[in-house]
């Protein structure tokens, strides 16, 4: 937050569907690189397995699941835009094919 200069207000959008703002997707951005989702600035799929798993991983039929949205998003994540856009296209990505990652409040 303290990099963007981003507010409480700012997460807020974080409760809404993305596409979110500028700021509120660099906090996306940095939130994934933190959790290893994002790594080298580029969407890791390795790094979105090694999050997911331990939530599926006793459910063969969820586990395949997961590693085909990691699969397909590695395939559609633009890596030519910016950092920050890179948060926004992941979360879209992931609930795109994973809808039952998306909590919504």
């Known amino acids: 937050m303290t990099q963007v200069n ?6 807020e959008f974080l409760r809404k569907e993305p ?3 500028e700021k509120s997707a660099c906090i996306v951005t940095c939130l994934l690189e933190k ?6 600035n580029n ?4 790094g979105f ?5 331990p939530l599926v991983f006793r459910n063969r039929k969820r586990l395949d699941h997961m590693k085909t949205v990691s699969e397909s998003c590695d395939k559609e994540i633009n890596r030519g835009g910016s950092l920050c856009q890179l948060g926004n296209e992941i ?13 919504k409040s």
Request: charged share 15%; glycine share 2%.
């Open 91 to 103: 979360t879209i990505c992931i609930f795109k094919y994973a809808p039952e990652l998306h909590f």
């Open 43 to 46: 969407y890791s799929k390795v």
């Open 19 to 21: 596409p979110f703002p």
């Open 49 to 53: 397995m090694t999050v997911v798993s």
């Open 35 to 40: 959790i290893g989702i994002v790594d080298h």
């Open 6 to 11: 981003a507010t409480e207000a700012d997460l």
